[in-house]
């Protein structure tokens, strides 16, 4: 089987977020693989270990991420590929997957796994989005996988409930938290996975342009949510504290 | 690991001038050596910490079902060669992974042992067979090791042992009796590393399985802390071991013996920094966490003077530890595939260091004493409850003081080993200790000057001086009778102590400033700043006891005027400086170095 990973290096979930000039700062950030994507490399070794067949991990993104990928490869995936996406500068969720989309043009696939969400941006838009490019059909936030003669069969989380979906390969599925405890890389694991192909394309190696990828969204503004002020503790009477909290929402709060 | 240029000599530091860029620092480390350390602290966190409870109340099976998983995942083969089914890590990861497993409370001397003392004998002195037999299932968790020197009556004295061993008739096994007291593992070991005195006297090292019939244990012995742990009499009676069990020669088990202290001793305080830097941890998240008066009670001034306190002991420990560890990593680092096989030559590079493994167990064992302590005093009256993972610490902590050659042991071993290398000619003290006498004569105080670490550095040159001076003076006032004056030899050998933790935190903040500029390495260098002046006020305590212990009279008053002058510099202000490192530790909620 021929299974692809789309991986996104994150912030790690203990950091701070700091927002500097508009941005949000990464001086001194811890980087993880993207938890959701982790879901999905710890599923494609499974089907590796079970079909038989390749695991390979893309991302796009920074030189830096050799690391993710590098942690990935320990984790048993096979090879790696890291498209190098520094050169475009208004960059969002339709670049990644238009870069991917190129990526993918000659590559002979079964299944694409991607996290469900990352966890910085959150959009939950790259996959969808690439499905669609592709033309291959796609079923989000799945939580159970089980493949025989070319036809998945997918439980996927809606809000809480279980759906159970049917669909023939190729597909792309996105992972959420619960499909599978993904492994740590053992030790052997993390040795081996210096020795494995890790390929860093540009876009010129995808046959794109800057601009062909550049995003369709515009960041306005970026900025931390308001710190939590003290509570107010209303005194009297219910009644008196219904009355004086419907006028409080009426004229502080303002949301009534 | 190519991040230094060349090999220094152990005990060398004294008498030479060692640069930043020779030292291995804590941020040196490789991706990959920190993705294995992740591995390990992963493994440790969410596998092994949510059963402590279940652990401390002995619950070997749990034990050794939770090592066979870190031996699944590699982390019981680092310092087993890739020939005998290891990974053959180098000593800094090896070093990192016994780091990670410290949280895990007496977890980790299970481990410890195991992969330390209990399998590095056969690793480093095993023959062929001898590795080929044992080491692949020590390094998988299949099998698990112990070591036994130490008996009932011999504890710091090892060689004393009473155990003895005797070749049958046939020829072909030696019959072993005796006790070995206080078996870390002995409840669930496959393979004992025992010492035994062939017909009563030459000392020999053995494999002891414990399935050999006459292998019994005792029960498990009650002890004041790490609980989870097994620990009891190992019982030999009319033990036959076959004589391909021996390890090394007959009557050079004291070679072994001596080595594996070494290598125990090192591990030892990589694992002190791993509890340091926990209990640092779990302190200030308390203190941010715990209200009184209304406030978190790491606003208050006096519990941020404890933090710092803790938090710039960790930092030497772990400064100290690292740059010791990089030593034998870099030496090691020339190995070819045939040395890194060879046990002996292994062996040969950690005793080379000898004097700097017995200075890192006395530092570290101390340095987690008092942490601990300061943990338990500043969680107030919760952490003298169970419930408060400080409480268990706070016991755990104190055998580090007492195995592996007690710390008053440890502390005479550094100047006789210190004195056998100048007698060897392979340390200049004599020669240096003699200028220096010609030097204090016409002494000048210096100025040095105002860029970050001039004044540390000029107190580190001075504290050499110092102990140049003390030791000087033993060695000429008392010659080999010097050894009768053990107060005065442990004045000595913590005076080299702090002086190789002064130099080990200059120099890594010195290459932390080089590496990300001062404003970057502001904690490092307040860190620095402050335990150099206390580090050099202890030497000078120390010094002026020794001295005045030695001489008399005129004589002494002249090497007290000296010491006066070599100890007068203009202090930093450490009240203040310890509350700004409280600030980075309380707003990160963790320890920071």
Known sequence: ?256 | MGKTTQEIKGGSFLVEEITADQIFVPEDMSDEQKLMAKTADDFVRKEVMPHLETLEKQDLELTTKLLKQAGDLGLLGADVPEAYGGIGLDKVTSGLITEKFAPSRSFSLSFGAHVGIGSLPIVLFGTEEQKHKYLPSLATGEKFAAYALTEPGSGSDALGAKTTAKLNEAGTHYILNGQKQWITNSGFAHVFVVYAKVDGEKFTAFIVESTYDGVTTGPEEKKMGIKASSTRTLILEDVAVPKENVLGEIGKGHKIAFNILNIGRYKLAVGCVGGCKEAVTVSVRYANERQQFKRPISSFALIQNKLANMAIKAYATESSVYRTVGMFADRMDHFTEEDEKDGAKVAQTIAEYAIECSLNKVFASEALDYIADEAVQIHGGYGYMSEYAVETMYRDSRINRIFEGTNEINRLLVPSQLLRKAMKGELPLLQKAQTLQEELMMLMPEEPGSEPLEQEKYLLKNAKKIFLMAAGLGVQKFGTALENEQELLANVADIVGQIYAMESVILRTEKAIAQSGVDKSHHKLLMTQVFVQEAFQTIETLAKESLIAVEEGDQLRMLLSALKKLTRFTPVNVIAKKRDIAGVLIEANAYVG
């Open chain 1, 1 to 256: 089987m021929n299974i692809f990973v789309l991986m996104k290096r994150t912030f790690d979930t203990e950091e701070k977020i700091v927002v500097e000039n508009s941005r949000v700062s990464d001086d001194g950030v811890e980087f993880i693989i993207n938890p959701y994507d982790e879901f999905a490399i710890e599923e494609a070794i499974k089907l590796k270990e079970e079909h038989g067949g390749e695991v390979t991990v893309v991302t796009v993104g920074e030189e830096e991420a050799e690391k993710e990928l590098r942690t990935a490869l320990a984790m048993g995936a096979d090879k790696a590929y890291l498209i190098n996406n520094e050169d475009v500068e208004n960059y969002d969720q339709s670049s990644t997957s238009e870069i991917l989309a190129a990526f993918f043009k000659d590559k002979e696939v079964d299944i694409i796994l991607g996290g469900n969400v990352s966890n910085d941006n959150g959009t939950g838009q790259v996959g969808p989005r690439l499905a669609e490019k592709l033309a291959i059909p796609y079923v989000t936030t799945i939580v159970g996988l089980e493949i025989s003669d070319r036809k998945a069969t997918i439980e996927r989380d809606v809000e809480g409930d279980q759906e159970t979906v049917e669909v023939e390969l190729p597909v792309l599925v996105t992972a959420q938290q619960g499909l599978n405890e993904p492994r740590y890389p053992s030790l052997p694991g993390i040795m081996k996975a210096k020795k494995k192909p890790l390929e860093v394309l540009e876009l010129d190696d995808l046959d794109l342009d800057e601009d062909e990828v550049e995003g369709l969204t515009e960041t306005v503004d970026v900025f931390l949510p308001p710190e939590k002020q003290a509570g107010r503790i209303l005194e009297g009477e219910v009644e008196e504290q219904v009355a004086e909290l419907v006028k409080l929402l009426r004229t502080e709060a303002k949301v009534i």
